[in-house]
């Protein structure tokens, strides 16, 4: 079972390759704000579960199995986030703080039911995000934009 750290590690890994195609201890530390030896320390336990391919001074790959785990931490992020955003109105900056901390804090059951009544209420088809900029569909994501906004400034 991942740490609440080790999956905010894990799903940087994730956003960070498929949004710049690899993955580098300094982006990581850049990105979480933290020491490269605490990046080095969590990829080393990352390594050590199967969830990525890690070698010190060489790009970071995540496996197929780190790849899924990724997704649903990055998907049950998104899920609180449109139900606090679209459902009740929260405004986004403190919606993404909120869903950071709470996704870990939910039973995938809650997580699931949330999702039902998102995609009925707001009338989605899926939820599915895989920060595939080749993807048309991820090009005009909403999520993929306030991330780029957010790192410009």
Known sequence: M???SLEEYL????????????????????KLNCSKPSVNRALNC?????????????NIEITEKGEQIAKDIVKRQDIIKLFLT???????DTAEKEATAMKHAISKETVAKLENYIIEILGLEDLKCNFDLGNS???????IKENYKKEQI
């Not at 990352?46 to 060489?58: P, R, T």
């Not at 679209?86 to 986004?92: A, G, L, T, Y």
């Not at 569909?137 to 999520?143: F, T």
């Open 2 to 4: 991942l740490t609440n």
């Open 11 to 30: 799903k940087t890994i994730y956003i960070l390759k498929n949004t710049e195609g690899q993955v580098r201890v300094t982006d990581i530390s850049k």
């Open 86 to 92: 679209q459902i009740i109105d929260v405004d986004s």
């Open 137 to 143: 569909r991820c090009q005009n994501c909403v999520r």
């Open 46 to 58: 990352l390594k050590d579960e199967g969830f990525i391919v890690y070698e010190a001074y060489k």
